[in-house]
């Protein structure tokens, strides 16, 4: 019964595989389009959006050539159809290694390679040799010298997570522990990092209602709200956190402590069929907007806090071929054209980034209005409101679609930009509200648009560039942070008091 305070101060550094940078935004590249862009496309949007990290599903070898000399630092996958193979002979491995790595380094800047993809939830047969597999990749590096420079790891879906609410009780499904405890040991010895998919959409969409939109898309919940964890008293505002969380307590259930974590794919799709109402513009905007935001402020998690989480956006690309529902197709930021979807919202994300030009905001049509009560606020709006409704008439730019809803839309945000945005002049009786996505389509430029003419994009809501008229070029709204150079290395003190 002597009871006594043992102060562990346990200073252990933390760094990220790329050490000699801060957080970093990369994106992934899929490439089930059915107009999918040439390696060079490919690469110059990359470098016209100030992208620096891209995580490639294979190694194509155009695609590799392509990225040669370009400043990008690549991820690369041995395809889970080649992991079998791999994972049962060394050779294979060598030679794999030769063909795909060792031919394009350094004029490629390989920098990790993801050795299969979500194997324990896909493809649970090559479990067992997952661990070899990615031994004998990291054994063909380290015969070539390469291993200081390329990290392996596997990227997991969060699924293997379980009981992730509250973190700190989260475990990694039992039935893997002879595989992840082999696989944390590599992670650790080798100096490499977990690979985590992280998508709060499916969490928000699976959960029935219990996690709050807001909680999924980073906006501020009331205090009421917030998720705290009742044995760390540590306050979740988000569901990505919770689940990076998630993923550092069940690494340490099972001893590791020190292993980062660098999150291999996570985004909201910009559009779904009708049992996917939150797949929207607005949300996959806010979404990635704020998610952006929060991995290049460096915040960290609840659990570490200032501790990087690398992410790499799901994805570049829409991705039209993708089998599935509606959303499946609908995860990108641009269009195989390289226009964006939308314009992320980045304003006050650092110096690093390329101003938002877009701090604007538009009044629509609320979803679902009653139609005669739209129909009354249009007439108003075009009549006692003074709007200039000459665009939304026959033959005018404006015109197309013809319904009610579309002319609302367009006359209410006339009115609303005509206010100067004043305080209750986007409401129409309840049926307008404040959208932060541009709604204006084809010719049809809205008030209020800093647009382009949107002579070269086809039809989609697009929110136009800013000064892409003549190079259609879309703005640079994306940066990472690659030019500081200083280490960061992070070590951080735990703090931990034992009663005895
Ligand atoms: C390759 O990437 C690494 C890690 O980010 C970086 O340290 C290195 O400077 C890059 N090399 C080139 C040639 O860009
Ligand atoms: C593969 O493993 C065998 C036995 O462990 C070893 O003798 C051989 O050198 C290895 N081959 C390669 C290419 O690493
Ligand atoms: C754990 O993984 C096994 C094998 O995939 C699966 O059958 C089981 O349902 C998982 N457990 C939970 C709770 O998800
Ligand atoms: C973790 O370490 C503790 C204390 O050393 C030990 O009791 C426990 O069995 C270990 N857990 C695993 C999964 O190795
Ligand atoms: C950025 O980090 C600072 C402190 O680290 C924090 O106060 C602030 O809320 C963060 N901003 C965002 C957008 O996460
Ligand atoms: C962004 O805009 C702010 C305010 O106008 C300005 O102070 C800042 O320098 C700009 N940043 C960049 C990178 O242009
Ligand atoms: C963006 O809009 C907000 C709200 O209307 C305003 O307070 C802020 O000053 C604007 N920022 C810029 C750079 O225009
Ligand atoms: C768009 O540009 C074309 C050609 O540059 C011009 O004829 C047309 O009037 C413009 N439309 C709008 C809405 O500005
Ligand atoms: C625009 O759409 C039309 C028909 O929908 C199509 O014929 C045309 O090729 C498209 N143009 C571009 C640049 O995608
Ligand atoms: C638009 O382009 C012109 C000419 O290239 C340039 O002078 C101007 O600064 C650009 N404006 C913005 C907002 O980027």
């Known amino acids: 019964m002597a009871p006594a305070f043992l102060l562990f101060l346990l200073l252990f550094p933390v760094s990220l595989a790329s050490a000699d940078e801060g957080p970093f935004i990369g994106v992934n590249l899929g490439t089930d389009l059915s107009d999918m862009p040439s390696p060079t496309q490919v690469v110059a949007l990359l470098k016209a959006q100030n992208i620096r990290h891209v995580r490639l599903y294979d190694t194509d070898q155009a695609m590799l050539l392509a990225l040669a000399n370009s400043g990008i630092r690549v991820t690369v996958a041995v395809p889970n159809d080649q992991l079998l193979g791999i994972g049962q002979s060394n050779a294979t491995a060598a030679n794999w290694v030769a ?14 390679i993801a050795v299969g993809s979500e194997v324990l939830t896909t493809l649970q047969n090559a479990a067992p040799v997952l661990v070899s597999a990615m031994n004998f990749i990291h054994s063909a590096l380290v015969a070539s010298n390469l291993d200081g420079r390329i990290k392996v790891s596997t990227p997991h879906s969060s699924s293997i997570i379980i009981d992730s609410f509250p973190p700190s009780q989260a ?13 944390l040991k590599f992670l650790q010895s080798t100096g490499s990092y977990i690979m985590l998919n992280v998508y709060p959409y499916y969490d928000y ?8 939109l807001d909680y999924a898309l980073f906006r501020p919940l009331p205090p009421n709200k917030e998720a705290v964890d009742s044995n760390t008293l540590l306050h979740y505002t988000n569901v990505f956190d919770a689940v990076v969380d998630a993923a550092y307590f069940s690494m340490s259930y099972l001893n590791f402590t020190n292993v980062p974590i660098v999150v291999t794919e996570s985004g909201w799709p910009s559009k779904g069929d009708s049992s996917e109402p939150d797949a929207t513009l607005e949300n996959a905007n806010t979404y990635n907007s704020n998610l952006i935001k929060h991995v290049l402020n460096n915040t960290g998690t609840p659990k570490h806090p200032g501790i990087a989480v690398s992410t790499y956006i799901y994805e570049l690309y829409n991705e039209d071929l993708r089998p599935g529902s509606v959303s499946e197709k609908n995860w990108g930021l641009f ?21 938002d030009t877009t701090n604007q905001t538009f009044c629509v049509a609320k979803d679902g209005s009653d139609k005669k009560m739209l129909q009354a ?9 003074k709007v200039d409704c000459s665009l939304l008439l026959q033959g005018q730019a404006c015109y197309e679609p013809d319904n009610v809803v579309a002319h609302a839309t367009y006359a209410f945000n006339a009115y609303y930009q005509k206010m100067v945005k004043a305080p209750g002049t986007c409401d129409f009786k309840g049926v307008a509200t404040v959208t932060t996505t541009d709604p204006s389509h084809g010719s049809c430029i809205f008030p209020g648009s800093i647009g382009r003419n949107g002579t070269s994009v086809n039809g989609t809501i697009l929110a136009p560039s800013s000064n892409s008229t003549s190079s259609g070029c879309p703005p640079k709204y994306f940066a990472d942070v690659g030019s500081i150079t200083s280490s960061v290395i992070v070590a951080f003190l735990l703090l931990m008091s034992v009663l005895l």
């Open 335 to 355: 269009d195989a054209n390289g226009a964006p979807i939308y314009i992320l919202h980045l304003t006050g994300a650092g110096m690093v980034l390329a101003n």
């Open 99 to 112: 063909r795909n790595i060792i031919a394009h380094v350094p004029a490629t800047n390989i920098t990790a």
């Open 171 to 183: 475990f990694f499904n039992r039935t893997w522990d002879p595989v992840m405890v082999p696989l």
């Open 377 to 385: 606020a249009l007439d108003w709006a075009c009549g006692p409101g």
């Open 205 to 212: 969409m699976q959960s029935n209602g219990v996690i709050p």
